[in-house]
T-cell receptor
């Protein structure tokens, strides 16, 4: 079974540029999460969806970050006007809510903003 | 809000040494507790979890016991191997004591484990 797939694996931007990250969750998983992992820190939840609905985006910097999951499958996380402080690995994860199963993480996208 | 504290930032051991990584948590409810392991270039992988007081989780020789009284979930392994070298994260999820897992994980800062042959 394929795991959570993310692309690109790496991105390097100048401050002020925009970038999008793409995530394909495990087939059949209805819940999808985006986490931010700064270097040498644990992951921190940004937003999560159940199907296409946003359940919690309270930690998403709404002025520059946006996330969508229009058909309840793949998801895109976008950063407008990136800042050096956005440098981190962005992890996508998925799970099947109803059976309370494990949350599976992708390999992440490592973003560097210079 | 909820938080997880891992005391050790880095641990260096020799093969066959005993490992302890301390984890304490603060949560308003009755969380589910987890240990995750992360290898370079990979996402975190679940090692094991525990949902109730005194429940022991274990996997691959690692174990931890949920202690609600001391709000702790310390990771231990009797004899480490070089292949155990990785970053270990303690985490919690609001679960209400039922074992439910919202997937909203709160992670500690992580402990880098280096095991020398």
């Amino acid at each position: 079974e394929a795991g959570v797939t993310q692309s690109p694996r790496y991105a390097v931007l100048q401050e002020g540029q925009a970038v999008s990250f793409w995530c394909d969750p495990i087939s059949g998983h209805d819940t999808l999460y985006w986490y931010q992992q700064p270097r040498d820190q644990g992951p921190q939840l940004l937003v999560y969806f159940r199907d296409e609905a946003v359940i919690d985006n309270s930690q998403l910097p709404s002025d520059r970050f946006s996330a969508v999951r229009p058909k309840g499958t793949n998801s895109t996380l976008k950063i407008q006007s990136a800042k050096q402080g956005d440098t981190a690995t962005y992890l996508c994860a998925s799970s099947f809510w109803a059976t309370n199963t494990e949350v599976f993480f992708g390999k992440g996208t490592r973003l560097t903003v210079v | 809000g909820d938080s997880v504290t891992q005391t050790e930032g880095q641990v260096a051991l020799s093969e066959e040494d005993f490992l302890t990584i301390h984890c304490n948590y603060s949560a308003s409810g009755y969380p589910t507790l987890f240990w995750y392991v992360q290898y370079p270039g990979e996402g975190p992988q679940l090692l094991f979890r525990a949902s109730r007081d005194k429940e022991k989780g274990s996997s691959r020789g690692f174990e931890a016991t949920y202690d609600k009284g001391t709000t702790s979930f310390h990771l231990r392994k009797a004899s480490v191997q070089e292949s155990d070298s990785a970053v270990y994260y303690c985490a919690l999820s609001d679960g209400g004591g039922t074992g439910a897992n919202t997937g909203k994980l709160t992670f500690g800062h992580g402990t880098i484990l280096r095991v020398h042959p």
